[in-house]
């Protein structure tokens, strides 16, 4: 075939795999190499004990593109998102109990902590949702260069700007204050209830390398309004078979489309051709695969100051990438359980609301904030921030028959501990983490079978998420749209002819949605057409 390229991706994560999809739909010949032995990245199931499923480190979904599952028809190869209603249960320490379904339902539920909160929990919401309609259409298509001269820069420019004028003056100053303030200055001025505040921070942290106040964590709300499960908007999903199902799907129709994939092959560094050009891809065993187009699906920093010499990229471009903030904070806990959760504020130990939505367990803002302080000092939080989810309650094919997975998303953690490592502090994250949940469900400890922790060391050396960091960076507003992961290289190309970034490290973040992968091939496909 006439024009056929051949094109080595790096890493079989979501993104990578959305990529191969639609270059070889393009009549490439594709080969995408991962390094662990299976599938996935960092959206992956694994058996961590024997007859359980657990989805390792992404745990629901939201946001995968609606595009991405119709083109590739996800559902033929296995994937089957059920929705969690209610969305999210949220008990505190004195009884009382949050339950959020996304509808109007959530307004007679804020009402119990403040009847003032409920008259301003739709506004609030309503102002996210024109933002984020603001927001959206950038997320499909490479951010324009703030220096470009080309015709299709400039009209991309005008598009935003018209896009902006359209927005009200006070929708305006509240995308600047989501992008510029901490999730719990922002809140002030619409809450006044701590419990209602407390959750609402709790959703913009998750990933974060910082508290409540850390300038731009209050755009991760915006996820509430991008995705949605069967036409709900701000709610989320349990994948049946584990968060693996979508990458297994993905991989089975990439399987379909010619695609290459390739276990158990890490690539150990990006060939140059005497041009300075990405030529292929040498492997950990010595091989070495010769490619006319390299996209890499991992970390920036790993691309760039580990894959590359140094002196393939100008001094500028690696001075940049040095100071790139991509620390972690994050851990994962899982728990086989033998029995669900009792909660003290909803008792029942047989299936109900309280467990078939994300469980919320931050009660206060200032809880959160003291769980950041101990990690800023170098350790884990002595009492963490936990999200959890009981997948097995919507998805029994992930336990054994009467058991159940809890599978918690925790903060805070150091990539770096101050004293001690990280090996020798797993026992002491799961008890603090059991214990924590049994202030609200006292049963839980005793109803624990197995348990396993992921810490931010895990998903550096585990899963290549370099500094442990979930987002392969820090989605703050200097590392976001024009500025990911380099400014003047937010459009998925780099420096380095003929080699292409497509992971979350890139526009429009992190986030097991695909749009890194989708937007990447197509200006993949865009330049070997003009090639």
Not at 33 to 52: D, K, M, N, Q, S
Request: proline share 7%.
């Amino acid at each position: 075939m006439a024009g056929r390229k051949r094109i080595v991706v790096i890493g079989a994560g979501h993104n990578g795999l959305i990529a191969a999809n639609l270059l070889a739909e393009g009549g490439h010949e594709v080969t995408v190499l991962e390094a662990r032995p299976i599938v996935g990245g960092a959206c992956v199931t694994e058996e961590l004990f024997p007859g359980y499923k657990v989805s390792s480190t992404s745990y629901v979904s939201t946001l995968l593109l609606p595009q991405a599952v119709k083109r590739f028809d996800l559902p033929r190869h296995g994937y089957k998102v059920i929705r969690q209603d209610p969305a999210f249960f949220v008990p505190y320490p004195d009884g009382r109990t949050l339950t959020l379904h996304g509808d109007d339902r959530d307004v007679q539920e804020i009402a119990k902590f403040s009847r003032r909160d409920a008259g301003c929990y739709h506004e609030f919401h309503a102002v996210l949702e024109r933002v984020g309609a603001f927001v959206k259409p950038l997320i499909m298509k490479p951010p324009p260069r703030l220096d470009g001269r080309g015709p299709r820069n400039l009209w991309d420019l005008l598009q935003v700007g018209l896009a902006a004028r359209r927005m009200s003056p006070y929708d305006v100053q509240m995308l600047i204050q989501l992008s510029s303030l901490g999730i719990a200055d922002v809140l002030d001025a619409w809450f006044e209830s701590d419990e209602l505040k407390a959750f609402l921070c709790s959703q913009a942290v998750i990933g974060a390398y910082g508290g409540v106040h850390q300038p731009g964590t209050a755009f991760l709300l915006l996820h509430d309004v991008f995705g949605g499960v069967d036409g709900a908007a701000g709610v989320w999903g349990v994948v049946v078979g584990g968060m693996g199902a979508i990458t297994q799907a993905l991989a089975s129709a990439a399987r379909e489309r010619g695609v290459a994939i390739r276990t158990g092959a890490r690539v150990e560094a990006i060939e140059l051709d005497d041009a300075g050009r990405a030529a292929g891809v040498r492997l950990s065993g010595g091989d070495l695969l010769r490619a006319d187009t390299v996209v890499s699906n991992a970390t920036p920093r790993r691309t760039f100051l580990e894959l590359l010499p140094g002196s393939a990229l100008p001094v500028p471009f690696v001075r940049h990438m040095e100071g790139f903030k991509d620390l972690g904070a994050s851990l994962k806990v899982h728990l086989a359980l033998s029995e669900l959760p009792d909660f003290t504020a909803l008792p029942g130990k047989a299936p109900g609301p309280q467990h078939r939505g994300l469980l919320n367990f931050c009660p206060t803002v200032d809880f959160i904030e003291e769980a950041w302080d101990d990690c800023k000092r170098g350790s884990f939080s002595r009492h963490p921030t936990i999200e959890g989810c009981i997948h097995s309650v919507l998805d029994p094919s992930c336990a054994p028959p009467g058991r159940h997975i809890l599978t918690c998303f925790v903060q805070y953690g150091p990539r770096h501990l101050k004293a001690g490592t990280w090996e020798g502090l797993k026992e002491t994250v799961a008890d603090r983490v059991v214990a924590e949940i049994a202030r609200y469900a006292p049963n839980v400890p005793k109803a624990v079978l197995h348990r396993h922790v992921y810490t931010p060391e895990d998903f550096e050396t585990v899963f290549g998420l370099t500094g442990g960091n979930i987002y392969h960076g820090a989605m703050t507003p200097d590392q976001l749209f024009t500025f990911r992961p380099v400014p003047g290289f937010a459009d998925y190309r780099t420096p380095v002819k003929n080699l292409y970034l497509c992971g979350s490290g890139t526009h429009p973040g992190g986030g097991v949605w695909g749009a890194c992968g989708w937007n990447a091939a197509r200006e993949i496909l865009l330049d070997i057409g003009r090639g």
